[in-house]
């Protein structure tokens, strides 16, 4: 057996270092690259923070608020943002100011030892935990206001599906999917709850995320303070579709929405012409499995409610614009436009996919 030798790791490496010189080298490779480092690492902070401006602008984005309670978070956002950027630099500015004021003149010159300094050292200990303390004060006052919806809110159910929402508005006995409306500047209490894996709700303009959790019923609530469509995400991965689990929020004046509101509580029309052979095809069938059609046998719940599909804009999630050539694109094969989806069928014929259409298009 090889018997090693002991080998003198510090005298060997004394002895290599002064041999080349190495020390006085690695000091000025280590001064060079910090001052390379840090001036570079403050330009690309600099431009990070210079960009967002532009880049943000475009909606939906918390920094384009709708809603009181989304200003309150974007306020937030900003303190928060802009005392971040004053210790940034300051730090930088001292830390730049240190490296090139002490950077090593002479190679052979030891610094000063310098050891510590109580007042300093309280001082970056407290000035830290007042700003934190002061951030989390206001965080706690925002997060507050936007958990008590006031007591006269409409109230709405919000269900989150793989992979689409759906609401109900139990004091209208409304049940719809994916596209919310809601009267402008009224507030809006929405209940969440999930028959799945957890979703979270968010609409980015409008109010803060909330999850979405099965077994459990979140609170949360928003007022629109302008007419528009905002759109709305699932904020928490939640499988194969969770990126195509997006919705509307639809804020209308006051009387628009009591019109949409009048129309979704009555029952479905009945279908006449091409219409009423596709009624027959979606009564008879497969579809009626998972689809509720209020007022007639259509009861299932795994699916959207269709009572009034031909209001929508959108179909599956805003994945596709309501349009007869999108839904009959849907329904010769929903795994082909949303891989994974909940939708699955048995194939459909060309003439069974033109009367659906028709008759789903009638369902206003
Ligand atoms: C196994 C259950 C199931 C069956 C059967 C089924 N669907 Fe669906 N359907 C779904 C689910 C789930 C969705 C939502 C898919 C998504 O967006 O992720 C859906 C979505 C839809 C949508 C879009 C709704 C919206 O608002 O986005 C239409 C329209 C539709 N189905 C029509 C039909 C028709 C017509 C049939 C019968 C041929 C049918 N479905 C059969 C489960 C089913
Ligand atoms: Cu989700």
């Excluded at 052979?108 to 007042?130: F, Q």
């Excluded at 459909?348 to 259409?357: F, K, W």
Aim: one cysteine or more; glycine letters at 6%; hydrophobic letters at 45%.
């Amino acid at each position: 057996m090889k018997k090693y030798q002991s080998v003198d790791q510090s005298s060997q490496k004394s002895i290599f270092l002064k041999k080349a010189g190495f020390s006085a080298w690695r000091s000025k490779v280590s001064s060079r690259f910090l001052f390379i480092w840090t001036v570079s690492l403050s330009g690309s902070f600099l431009a990070a923070a210079l960009l967002p401006a532009a880049a943000l602008a475009e909606p939906p984005s918390p920094l384009n608020p709708a809603s009181e309670g989304a200003q309150n978070i974007a306020n937030l956002y900003w303190l928060t943002f802009w005392i971040a950027a004053a210790i940034f630099i300051l730090v930088e500015g001292l830390l730049l100011y240190a490296v090139i004021r002490f950077r090593e003149r002479d190679p052979k010159a030891t610094p000063p030892k310098i050891h510590g300094s109580t007042p300093l050292e309280i001082a970056w200990t407290v000035a830290p935990a007042t700003i934190l303390l002061m951030v989390f004060a206001l965080m706690v006052r925002t997060m507050s206001a936007a958990a008590q919806p006031p007591a006269e809110a409409m109230q709405v159910k919000v269900i989150g599906h793989q992979w689409w929402w759906e609401f109900q508005y139990p004091e209208l006995g409304i049940t719809t999917a994916n596209e919310l409306y809601v009267p402008v500047g009224e507030p809006v209490a929405v209940e969440l709850t999930s028959d799945n894996v957890i979703h979270s709700f968010w609409v980015p303009r409008l109010a803060g995320k909330t999850d979405v959790v099965p077994g459990q019923t979140n609170s949360m609530w928003f007022q629109a303070d302008r007419v528009g469509n905002y759109r709305g995400q699932c904020a928490e991965l939640c499988g194969a579709q969770h990126a195509n689990m997006n919705f509307m929020v639809i804020a209308v004046p006051p009387d628009q929405f009591e019109l949409w509101a009048g129309r979704q509580q009555q029952p479905a029309v009945t279908a006449s012409g091409e219409a009423a052979s596709g009624e027959q095809i979606f009564m008879s069938g497969q579809c009626i499995a998972c689809h509720a059609i209020d007022g007639t046998v259509a009861q299932g719940i795994i699916g959207p409610n269709l009572t009034h599909f031909g209001s929508r804009q959108t179909i599956a999630g805003l994945m596709l614009e309501n349009t007869p050539e999108n839904l009959a694109h849907w329904l010769a094969d929903p795994q082909a436009v949303k891989p994974l989806n909940k939708m699955i069928i048995t194939e459909l014929s060309q003439d069974e996919i033109e009367a659906l259409v028709q008759y789903l298009g009638s369902l206003q």
